[in-house]
């Protein structure tokens, strides 16, 4: 099974090597986006599982942290950049239904439709052991219920994100990393069970080799059947140059740890990776590297054809700095260069 995943993953990202830098075939029939100016093939599509069968798709979680509703975030967002957002990130905690009218407003939108991500963490009032045991399956239920009266169409998402650093590894703490996998089996077994079959499951890791060489990391992974794509979390600290060594961070510490994209390479090849978050944070000593740093990313971009969506974290009060990509002007036509290179406009967001 993971070889036949492995070829139909392959085939799909071979469009992008067949069609080159721009995407698209010199003899396709493309449609323009007027306000953008960018050609988008009809022969590029989306399977099932929402991968893009040319390019990746390029996202936003937009404007953290500084209190926007959403929607304005959004658009805000998308008017500093000069492009449109594939996927909005949104985060949900407890007993949050989603998605919510103004997502739902934003993923149907008729001029600008967008993917949801929707990162929910169910509690944090109960271990991942409960959970697994069932304590949350009235909210899961009101929710499966909620999903599909109001919202059909597939979307992402992901449960509990970077778990790594929740782990307690002592024995009946009911947060081991057996247990966060017991957890998000069950949330997802039961959100099926309950009707809900247009999620399209990512599991999302951190990113971070420190945590890669735990002896537990393994046991994080809930199962082939209830992970639809892989993610990793990285951000470009004072370590990390380029794309490459963003996505393939490794350290001198950790001698035997590859990378995470080379990792989820040999680990999961037949399934599609997301960057789920990735940011730039400002180097008041270089005020140039976010620049050079979007500037790598078109560069290197095709060089990682498993990676099939990218999702920045704009935010200018991020935990560890400034994220925002416009904290130049450099830096912010490098961005508007990078959200409209070819790579990530040559297949189209199904509409609702």
């Known amino acids: 099974m993971r070889l036949l995943l492995a070829g139909t993953l392959l085939a799909l990202t071979a469009c992008t090597g067949a069609q080159g830098i721009g995407g698209t075939r010199a003899d396709d029939t493309t449609r323009v986006n007027g306000r953008l100016g960018i050609a988008q093939s009809p022969a590029c599509t989306v399977t099932a599982k929402l991968i893009p069968s040319c390019g990746a798709w390029w996202g936003l979680a937009p404007e953290i942290f500084t209190g926007l509703p959403p929607a304005r975030a959004v658009r805000r967002a998308e008017e500093r950049m000069g492009a449109s957002a594939d996927i909005f990130h949104a985060y949900h905690r407890g007993k949050e239904l989603f998605p919510t009218p103004k997502e739902l407003e934003l993923a149907r939108d008729p001029l600008r439709p967008r993917l949801l991500l929707i990162n929910w963490k169910p509690t944090f009032d109960h271990t991942w052991a409960e959970i697994a045991d069932g304590a949350l399956d009235d909210r ?47 949330v997802v077994l039961r959100l099926r069970d309950k009707g809900v079959k247009n999620a399209i499951t990512v599991m999302t890791y ?49 001698a035997n740890w590859p990378g995470f994209y080379r990792w989820m390479q040999w680990r999961f090849p037949g399934k599609p990776i997301m960057v789920a978050e990735w940011g730039v944070f400002e180097r008041w000593d270089d005020r140039t590297f976010k620049k050079s740093f979007y500037d790598s990313v078109r560069a290197q971009i095709r060089h990682y054809p498993q990676v099939k969506a990218l999702v920045y974290f704009d935010s200018p009060n991020a935990p560890r700095g400034d994220t925002r990509f416009d904290t130049s002007p450099e830096s912010r036509r490098a961005f508007t260069a990078l959200a409209r290179d070819p790579y990530f406009r040559s297949t189209q967001v199904p509409r609702p």
């Not at 992402?156 to 017991?182: C, R, W």
């Not at 735990?214 to 370590?239: I, Q, R």
């Not at 380029?242 to 001198?252: E, G, Q, S, Y």
Request: proline residues 7%; charged residues 25%; without cysteine.
């Open 140 to 186: 899961i239920d009101r929710l499966a219920t909620h999903i599909r009266r109001t919202f059909p169409e597939r979307f992402f998402l992901t449960i509990h994100h970077e778990p790594e650093n929740d782990v307690k590894p002592a024995k009946g703490s009911g947060m081991q990393a057996a247990d966060y996998a017991a957890m998000f089996r069950h």
């Open 206 to 254: 951190m990113g971070a080799p420190n945590w890669a060489a735990k002896s537990w990391f393994p046991n994080l992974y809930p199962g082939d059947d209830v992970v639809d794509w892989v993610a990793l979390d990285p951000y470009a600290d004072e370590k990390v140059h380029d794309f490459a060594t963003l996505v393939n961070k490794t350290r001198k510490e950790y």
